[in-house]
């Protein structure tokens, strides 16, 4: 089974911030990747699929980059609605999220 | 719009099985298939199987093999996942979410249901 590590945990930061959040795949996965945010007592939300590729409807300060084993998601100024926790998900072979990231108010 | 309406909490005793609906509206459902994923109390998302709308093919995560049964029945536009088997750590949000085929992946989603084992 693949597994995905993602970094850090928990991040702190304000408003306007430029933040990047990490996520490491134990075997290659090209670019099979997606990028979810949640937000307490909601379902997951699609941001980025494909490693980079932004869904119908995300801000553009949303970026996602990466192939093979490691991949990061940037957003590049947060605004009061990013903070929440962000999940990858590898579809290379089924599917696995990491753990989650909890982007928090610093 | 696109929606998936889903069955409302359970609570369920070790032992017993769960079936949890998943209605959707705004699109076709065999031109796409059903995600099903859960969430445990603080917990992070856990990727349970998915199935074809089209043809009922199925593909399950391992680790749920040999409890879960997911199908749909066209007709109603449902999606249907039952679990087998319950144990205290089945305690979780239960998710359907539509999976286009073009990416592979979830993309609209339900409300969760919650599912709640304890004796």
């Known amino acids: 089974d693949i597994q995905m590590t993602q970094s850090p945990s928990t991040l702190s930061a304000s408003v306007g911030d430029r933040v990047t959040i990490t996520c490491r795949a134990s075997q290659s996965i090209s670019t099979w990747l997606a990028w979810y945010q949640q937000k307490p007592g909601k379902a997951p939300k699609l941001l980025i699929y494909?490693?980079?590729n932004l869904e119908v409807g995300v801000p553009s300060r949303f970026s996602g980059s990466g192939s093979g084993t490691e991949f990061t998601l940037t957003i590049s100024s947060l605004q009061p609605d990013d903070f929440a926790t962000y999940y990858c998900?590898?579809?290379?072979?089924?599917?696995?999220f990491g753990q989650g990231t909890k982007l928090e108010i610093k | 719009q696109v929606q998936l309406v889903q069955s409302g909490a359970e609570v369920k005793k070790p032992g017993a099985s769960v079936k949890i609906s998943c209605k959707a509206s705004g699109y076709t459902l065999s031109n796409y298939g059903i995600s099903w994923v859960r969430q445990a109390p603080g917990q992070g998302l856990e990727w349970m199987g998915w199935?074809?709308?089209?043809?009922?093919?199925?593909n399950y995560a391992q680790k749920f093999q040999d409890r879960v049964t997911m199908t749909t029945d066209t007709s109603t536009s449902t999606a249907y996942m039952e679990l087998r088997s319950l144990r205290s750590d089945d305690t979780a949000v239960y998710y359907c979410?539509?999976?286009?085929?073009?990416?592979?992946?979830?993309?609209?989603w339900g409300q969760g249901t919650p599912v709640t084992v304890s004796s």
């Open positions: 998900l590898q579809y290379s072979s089924q599917y696995t």
């Open positions: 494909e490693a980079s």
């Open positions: 199935i074809s709308g089209y043809n009922g093919d199925t």
């Open positions: 979410a539509r999976r286009p085929y073009s990416i592979g992946l979830p993309d609209y």
